[in-house]
């Protein structure tokens, strides 16, 4: 594999370099990918299900995909919700907002 690698960047120092510094990016690169990949599983696995917006912190509503801190912070502050879709009426969510977390989020 290594003699194949020499062979198509050809044996020139210039060439050695070129090849080390990409291969140091792309190293570098995938190890950020695997950094989030990693991150992004373990949240996963410790999700136990939607959230009740009734009673979930500001922390963990800013877990939800595009959840601002400010946006969570609305969510806590015009608590009691008597349906998810309160969120939109109460102005506290856009309905694009609301779209991308409501198969997310419950009230009980």
Known sequence: MAALVLLLAGCSPNNSENLQRRTADATAAA???ADAIAR????GLARKGPLDINTASAKQLEALPGMTPEMAGKIVEHRPYTSTRDLVGKRVL????F?????????K
């Open 31 to 33: 190890k950020r990918d």
């Open 40 to 43: 992004g599983i373990a949240e």
């Open 94 to 97: 856009s309905s694009a907002e």
């Open 99 to 107: 779209d991308r977390v409501k198969g997310q989020i419950i009230v």
